[in-house]
């Protein structure tokens, strides 16, 4: 019977530090790994970390474009939500309006127009003024 072999506490150390990781790739993917990790004079564990490395800044700089992306279109959505709510909320509140004698959908008078200026005319002609008017 065997015994086993102890190893020195740096050794354990080091494995701790650097686990190793094990992965199945096809016979082609192997030799594509090591054409270039022989093309490049890096290792395998050097070329992984390499590209790790690559990764990371892209996902980095795709979060980056994602989130400006999403504050573009964030404020451009809530700018045409908040137009079209302000503009019906002035619009029930400052229109002015009167319905047409033969279909009766309101016509609005809009300030300045021909309308506006007889209404004006009309209203100054029958006296109308402030509800309560400091005379």
Known sequence: MSRKRLLPPSRIKYAY???????????????????LS?????SASQLVKQTLGILKADIDA?????????IT???SIGRREGRHEGFAEAKARYRCAYPCPRCGKPIAI???????EVVVEMLADEGWGHAQCPE
């Open 17 to 35: 530090e650097n686990p190793t990781i094990g992965i199945h790739v096809t016979r082609e993917e192997r030799e594509a790994l090591r054409a």
């Open 38 to 42: 022989e093309e490049s004079g890096l």
């Open 62 to 70: 795709v979060r980056a474009h994602c989130v400006q992306q999403g």
């Open 73 to 75: 279109k964030g404020t």
């Open 110 to 116: 809009l300030a300045g127009s021909k309308i506006a």
